[in-house]
Antibody, heavy 120, light 109 residues
Framework: QVQLQESGPGLVKPSQTLSLTCTVS??????????WSWIRQPAGKGLEWIGR???????NYNPSLKSRVTISVDTSKNQFSLKLSSVTAADTAVYYC????????????WGQGTLVTVSS | DIQMTQSPSSLSASVGDRVTITCQAS??????LNWYQQKPGKAPKLLIY???NLETGVPSRFSGSGSGTDFTFTISSLQPEDIATYYC???????????FGPGTKVDIK
């Protein structure tokens, strides 16, 4: 059974770049036809899709964040990563990584989530 | 961009009650609509995919229906363990985007 685990700094200063990694276990990130996504949730608020990377390496981003987001994959480490630049307090949230199938736009597999706080 | 609305934003019901949540899309999304349950401090859990398909292992008291722009999620008999926030989520590939509804918080009366 595939499992996902987020990791990265819990505190980022304003204007800096938020960097998170999702480590995949129980299966190869490069096998099968899957999208590997990042989703976030500010405290007490709803879920926001940040973007995704396909097994082939192609990416799609939320238009509202596109100018600041980069998602990449490291198949040698079975990980994919999120970089969000020029962060502000509005980027404070729990960040989740998740997986969905190429033809299935629903998320069965999620990481546990990691809280990132933007503060000086 | 496709916008999703949900109603109500919160509700309180008794154990055994039938609970209904609606989700509306700003444009036709066919049946590309999923439902999740989220409990505090936990990741969302998929309950229904493609509007009406029950995810494996999910109790049959949960159901979904609808297509186009209007969707309904139902708990046929509310149980104490169903206390959570429920989200709808649409997905599209042209252009690729994923949008969640604002959520409905379900409580026990």
């Amino acid at each position: 059974q595939v499992q996902l685990q987020e990791s990265g700094p819990g505190l980022v200063k304003p204007s800096q770049t938020l960097s998170l990694t999702c480590t995949v276990s129980g299966g190869s990130i490069s096998s099968g036809s899957y999208y590997w996504s990042w989703i976030r949730q500010p405290a007490g608020k709803g879920l926001e899709w940040i973007g995704r990377i396909y097994t082939s390496g192609s990416t799609n981003y939320n238009p509202s964040l596109k100018s600041r987001v980069t998602i990449s994959v490291d198949t040698s480490k079975n990980q994919f990563s999120l970089k969000l630049s020029s962060v502000t307090a509005a980027d404070t949230a729990v960040y989740y990584c998740a997986r969905n199938g190429y033809s299935s736009g629903w998320y069965v597999h999620w990481g546990q989530g990691t809280l990132v706080t933007v503060s000086s | 961009d496709i916008q999703m609305t949900q109603s109500p934003s919160s509700l309180s019901a008794s154990v055994g009650d039938r609970v209904t949540i609606t989700c509306q899309a700003s444009q036709d999304i066919s049946n590309y609509l999923n439902w999740y349950q989220q409990k505090p401090g936990k990741a969302p859990k998929l309950l229904i995919y493609d509007a009406s398909n029950l995810e494996t292992g999910v109790p049959s008291r949960f159901s979904g229906s609808g297509s186009g722009t209007d969707f309904t999620f139902t708990i046929s008999s509310l149980q104490p363990e169903d206390i959570a926030t429920y989200y709808c989520q649409q997905y599209d590939n042209l252009p690729p985007e994923v949008t969640f509804g604002p959520g409905t918080k379900v409580d026990i009366k």
